[in-house]
C-alpha cells in the first residue's frame, strides 16, 4: 500500500511538533509556512492558543518591501519584521517550528533574519 505525499508531509511535521513540544518548557513557538511563491512566519502561544506576532510576504505593509515572496532575500526580510513585531509584543524566547520543511534555503534565512533581529532560539 503506497503511501501518499500529503500523508508523508504531515508525519514529518508531527514529528517535529512532537520534538517542540518535549523541549519547549512554555515558550512560544516561530511557525514557518512556505510555498511555491510565498513565506509566512508567526509567533504562537500553545498554551492560550493564540497568535501573538506574524509576517508573511502578502502582508500589505511588506509587499512593495518583499517583492517576490519565492527567494532567500523575501524570506529574511520576513524573519526580521516577525521578529521585529514579536519583540513589540514582548516575546525575545521562542522554539523554532520548521514543520515538514527542512533547515534550507527560504527556512534557513527566515531563521538566521530572525535570530539576527533579536529572537533566540
Do not use: C, W
Amino acid at each position: 500500500m503506497a503511501v501518499g505525499k500529503n500523508v508523508k508531509t504531515r508525519n514529518r511535521a508531527k514529528r517535529t511538533r512532537l520534538k517542540i513540544s518535549q523541549a519547549k518548557h512554555s515558550r512560544p513557538r516561530l511557525s514557518v509556512y512556505r510555498s511555491s511563491k510565498n513565506i509566512a512566519a508567526q509567533i504562537i502561544d500553545d498554551v492560550d492558543g493564540k497568535t501573538l506576532a506574524s509576517a508573511s510576504s502578502l502582508d500589505k505593509t511588506l509587499r512593495e518591501d518583499v517583492g517576490k515572496g519565492s527567494n532567500v532575500e523575501a524570506a529574511a526580510k520576513i524573519g526580521k519584521a516577525v521578529a521585529e513585531r514579536a519583540i513589540e509584543a514582548g516575546v525575545k524566547d521562542v522554539v523554532f517550528d520548521r514543520g515538514s520543511y527542512i533547515y534550507h534555503g527560504r527556512v534557513k534565512a527566515l531563521a538566521e533574519a530572525a535570530r539576527e533581529a533579536g529572537l533566540n532560539f
